[in-house]
């Protein structure tokens, strides 16, 4: 069994500052993980994804996400907030082709 | 090329209407996932289908709850006699293969509302 458990259900950064959402896998194999973005009436838009090749992962729009195994993490950051980053954020967890995802994080960016 | 599609992206039932949900995956992709997303939660897995057969409807309820994906056509999730805790918006997505480093797109979900 797998699973994810994201921390904090609502961030709120100002405009510039770092974007930090936190991510804690539960996998009896080696897990693959993912950071979908979802806006506001919309589906997901896939940010980044760990499949076991480099632990730092480059996304879309400025993300990137560190996988660290002994810590079972997988933080998604961006160093500087722009307003465009307001939506909600899942984290998901997959060794097979059933993904199971956090209950998600809401990120609101002051200006 | 056109992304997941999803239709209607609102619907709207009185309790004991069925509910049909459409979705037509990405150009080439034969692999189509349905994921449940209840208020305030994440989504959650229902059933995974290929052309023709379903291969994993362990998180689907066991009654009501229906998936195809024909050999032509989109696939159709279909909710018989819904009820208010039917009240979600569903998703589908599609991918290339069914490994774990295959990519799942997702289409813009339907919202389904039960009166």
């Known amino acids: 069994a797998q699973s994810v458990t994201q921390l904090g259900s609502h961030v709120s950064v100002s405009e510039g500052a770092l974007v930090l959402l936190r991510c804690n896998y539960s996998?009896?194999?080696?897990?693959?993980l993912f950071w979908y973005v979802q806006y506001p009436n919309q589906g997901l838009q896939l940010l980044l994804k760990?499949?076991?090749?480099?632990?730092l992962v480059k996304g879309i729009n400025g993300f990137e996400a560190e996988f660290k195994k002994s810590e079972t993490s997988f933080h998604l950051t961006k160093p500087s907030a722009h307003m465009s980053d307001a939506a909600e954020y899942f984290c998901?967890?997959?060794?097979?082709?059933?993904?199971?995802f956090g209950a998600g994080t809401t990120v609101t960016v002051r200006a | 090329n056109a992304g997941v599609m999803q239709n209607p992206r609102h619907l709207v039932r009185r309790r004991g209407q069925e509910a049909r949900l459409r979705c037509s995956p990405m150009?080439?992709?034969?692999?189509v996932y349905w994921y449940r997303q209840l208020p305030e939660e994440g989504l959650k897995f229902m059933v995974y289908?290929?052309?023709?057969?379903?291969?994993?409807e362990s998180g689907m309820p066991k009654e009501r709850f229906s998936a195809e994906f024909p050999k032509e056509g989109p696939s159709i999730l279909r909710i018989q006699q819904v009820v208010r805790g039917d009240s979600a918006a569903y998703f589908c997505?599609?991918?290339?293969?069914?490994?774990?480093?295959?990519?799942?797109?997702f289409g813009p979900g339907t919202r389904l509302t039960v009166l």
């Open positions: 997505a599609s991918s290339l293969g069914s490994r774990s480093t295959d990519t799942q797109y």
């Open positions: 996998s009896s194999v080696p897990p693959y």
């Open positions: 760990y499949t076991s090749a480099a632990t």
């Open positions: 998901a967890v997959t060794n097979d082709y059933k993904l199971s």
């Open positions: 150009k080439g992709h034969s692999h």
């Open positions: 289908l290929q052309k023709e057969n379903i291969i994993d």
